[in-house]
């Protein structure tokens, strides 16, 4: 989790501010997501690597969106 939150930091958002505790939050969030979604498609899916596979694509959007959005936050250019 240390590694992730530095690499997605410097290399994906890397003109954005700090955020380590909404970054806590929302892995904790994605993890819990994760686990729901391939749960949730498990039952209605016959092969086990499809809903592995759905559940991978749909939750790293999701990842993407939030991280984006609600903990990298850009930071303010003092105007």
Known sequence: MTFNYFMFRRHVFRDSRAAVIPYIAAYAVNYA???ATLAGLNRVL??????GFL???FVAVVNFVVL???VFLPRSTGR
């Open 33 to 35: 997501l994760s686990l």
């Open 68 to 70: 984006k959005f609600l």
């Open 55 to 57: 559940s991978i694509v």
């Open 46 to 51: 016959e092969s086990d690597y499809l809903a």
